[in-house]
């Protein structure tokens, strides 16, 4: 840039007032900025051409599902039985036992998860919090199919020594969701903590130079000061214990039930379709079709529940300014 | 936790709230503050004067022990309230703060109502009285702040919701609700108008007649205009610890310091 700049060194005509400099402020073509935007802009877009393929796709083999004679809308959400071979389609079953695993999830992992995230923020020395916090991410990247393992092989015999092998079936969604918790935890750990850290530290100050404890300041000053980010961390976790799979495909069985009680067999909505589709179904015929009608409900409890987190935020924001 | 309470009887025969001798403050390696001795009046205020950096922050928060809760700060030597050496092993920190008040730079009021702000203290306090009593505690707190006429019929609004001025009193009324026997104050009016500014310097006047304050400034018209006594830090060039000039009452410090450095200070020579 500098020799587009040319300075008049005679010292005269400095002193005189006249231009000294010589400064070219024409536009100039940036071709290589114009095409990394129209890139990046590429790449945005690509997020909703995704998201509105897999509505299409969804919305239109359910469509063909329900336009057979064998269900009609009413019934596929007030049956109480799913059993295709029969021609049966009531989601309930599944939508309850998804429910179930993700209510149980939630009781484990948002005292746990709340717990380590005070920690992290509120107790833990510098050092201690640089080694936890990558440690708990990490949990979050085991792959679920050794979580699944570990409900089966480990929770499940633990469970069955505690209530009886009579009471608790081998399968049984009460280990599922207990792992699904743990699964679970490092997200609401590491979000809330990022949460607890945001909380300006002056009101922690407040409350200390008040004659509060540690405690006392987190409880009733850092915690509600973030709460509506403890809230939307418990939400993402929360759809991400409707969506998971894997964990509720291997510990809580293959017989779509319904039933309260957790310590029996019983499929959810997403260990369903991972079974359905993994067989060797006929394209085209209602069972093919029926797994699309799940996920379209699937896919429309997550959004729900990303739109509501995403409100709570705003507001959040709000109280701030 | 060691619980050592402060003890209520103890009848003063020390003309000091608070006397601090020979205090060294560290954080880490570095001393930030040296060979510190002076005397804080009962029903007083002190200002703590000198330019940005020579250590008022660090002596003001070591008066209640609020530098705990820096890793790696230190305090040797003594600081005396009510006979006692804050800094004795079986005093607890938490307890010293329930008598030692602090006000700070940038107001911080609780993202909770006004009434809840001033609540607050009494509420971890363990507060046993009535709801009738909180009210009048409440209204109490906030007369003794003047700010009870401006927001006596929000009192539900969000402590965030008022203006700056407003918020810096309701900290301040917020520090009364626990009752504490001294104030600590840290440049409590560098981010206020000159209105507010004012109005919180009358507000100390008021407070003296039941506390003691320490105040922190960097502004020489409010320690001249606002304070009983100044204490003038400086910065020495060897070490950059900070060290006390010279103090005494404000009008002295002010009208014909001992130490040149004082009177170029206070002068605005340098700073
Ligand atoms: N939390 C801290 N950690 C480390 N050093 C600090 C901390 N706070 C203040 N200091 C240092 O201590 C010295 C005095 O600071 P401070 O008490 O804030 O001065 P003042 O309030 O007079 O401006 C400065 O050199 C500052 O850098
Ligand atoms: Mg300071």
Known sequence: ?321 | MAMKAIDPQYTADSKYALEVRNVDIYYSAFRAVKNCSFGMERNKITALIGPSGCGKSTVLRSLNRMNDLIAGARTEGEVLYRGQNLYDPDIDAVQVRRSIGMVFQKANPFPKSIYDNIAYGPRVNGWKGSKAEMDELVERALRGAVLWDEVKDDLKKSGLAISGGQQQRLCIARALAVEPEVILMDEPCSALDPISTLKIEELMFELRQRYSIVIVTHNMQQAARASDNTVFFLMDKEDRAGQIVEYGPTEQIFQSPKDERTEQYISGRFG
């Open chain 1, 1 to 321: 840039m500098a020799d587009q700049i040319r300075v008049n060194s005679d010292p005269r005509a400095a002193l005189a007032g006249a231009s000294v400099k010589q400064i070219d402020l024409r536009k100039r073509p940036r071709i290589g900025e114009t095409i990394i935007q129209t890139i990046l802009y590429a790449c945005g877009f690509i997020s909703i051409f995704t998201t509105i393929g897999i509505v299409y796709v969804l919305g239109q083999e359910s469509l063909r599902f329900f336009a057979s004679d064998e269900v009609s809308l009413v019934e596929f959400f007030t049956n109480t039985v799913w059993q295709p071979v029969i021609g049966e389609f009531g989601i309930l079953p599944l939508v309850n036992s998804t429910m179930m695993v993700t209510i149980i999830a939630l009781l484990v992992a948002i005292p746990l998860g709340l717990a380590m995230a005070i920690y992290m923020a509120e107790y833990a020395s510098e050092r201690v919090r640089a080694f936890l916090k990558p440690v708990i991410e990490l949990l979050a990247g085991i792959p679920t199919v050794v979580y699944g393992f570990f409900a089966l092989t480990f929770v499940t015999p633990w469970l069955r020594e505690i209530f009886g092998r009579d009471v608790v079936q081998i399968y049984n969604v009460m280990s599922a969701g207990l792992v699904v918790g743990i699964l679970i935890t490092p997200i609401i750990a590491t979000l809330s903590e990022d949460a607890l850290s945001a909380v300006p530290s002056g009101l922690r100050q407040a409350s200390l130079g008040l004659g509060a404890t540690k405690w006392e300041t987190a409880i009733r000053v850092v915690v509600p000061a973030a709460f509506s980010g403890i809230v939307a961390a418990s939400i993402v976790a929360m759809s991400r214990a409707i969506g998971e799979t894997m964990v509720v495909a291997l510990a809580a069985g293959a017989s779509p039930q319904f039933t309260f009680n957790p310590f029996l067999p019983a499929e959810t909505m997403t260990g369903h379709i991972a079974r359905i589709s993994g067989g060797d179904l006929s394209y085209q015929t209602i069972d093919y079709n029926s797994i699309f009608a799940i996920g379209l409900v699937l896919f429309f409890m997550t959004l729900t529940l990303n739109i509501v987190s995403r409100m709570i935020v705003r507001r959040f924001r709000e109280v701030y300014e």
